[in-house]
């Protein structure tokens, strides 16, 4: 247990580790941020292809279908090697065909007759869409959005075998160079340093919804 304690959580390599691990996590920082942008437009977009009505739309709605199918079932690691060796590029692609899926069951969720009624007002279906549907399905999917993202910002450790110096990486510079892992610490302090907001601000959204909610049925 001593060994371990030394290896792992010795105060003085902890605390020498941090600048190396820390210069590794702003490029982990760097690719969520620009991954996470990319993946909320592009998910809103395939997800309404895949609710686009009529036969003229089927070609399109299949593409989407064969795109989060593809890479929902394909491992990140393996898209990180395929893609050119471009950890944003596999972010974004992995990341794109499941918060698709989520964008998709927050329109699904929407009841018809809130678009039927749209329609009937004289919208059409893309006013209906936009002004309608969306900014209730975007609300009601926020908390497993933010899930999802706290998914990916820990998955940008994964780049490090790409050959990229991120914090895992820099943390295995360390233990090179010190033999000692107390840099892997770090670097999971760091991640869990960005985590733990974000899973505390999910949370809080979801109780607030919950009162508006329970508001609504009194």
């Known amino acids: 247990m001593g060994q371990f304690l030394h290896t792992f959580f010795s105060p003085l390599d902890f605390l020498r580790a941090v600048p ?22 592009l998910a809103l977009l395939l997800a309404i292809v895949r609710g686009l009505p009529g036969r003229m739309a089927a070609p399109f709605r299949m593409l989407a279908i064969a795109y989060t199918d593809i890479f929902r079932g394909t491992p990140l690691v393996l898209v990180i090697f395929m893609v050119l060796r ?17 964008y998709r069951a927050g329109i699904e969720s929407v009841h018809p007759s809130q678009r039927m ?18 900014p209730q399905a975007i609300r009601r999917v926020v908390p497993p959005l933010l899930n999802d ?10 780049i490090t075998v790409i050959g990229l ?16 892992y107390a840099g892997l610490t770090v670097a999971a302090v760091f991640f869990i340093i960005l985590t ?23």
């Open 149 to 158: 993202f706290i998914g990916l910002q820990k998955d940008t450790a994964l």
């Open 117 to 134: 009624a749209a329609r009937s007002l004289g919208l059409s279906y893309t006013q209906a869409l936009r002004h309608v549907v969306l």
């Open 165 to 180: 110096t991120e914090a895992v990486a820099q943390a295995n510079f360390y233990s090179t160079d010190y033999f000692n």
């Open 86 to 102: 471009n950890g944003v590029i596999a972010l974004t692609l992995v990341y794109t065909a499941y918060v698709t899926e989520v």
């Open 20 to 41: 190396q691990v820390w210069n590794g996590f702003q490029l982990n920082i760097e690719l969520m941020l620009f991954a996470e942008a990319l993946v909320l437009v």
């Open 196 to 218: 733990i907001p974000l899973a505390r601000f999910t949370d809080h959204i979801i109780k607030e919804r919950e009162k508006r909610e329970r508001a609504q049925a009194i």
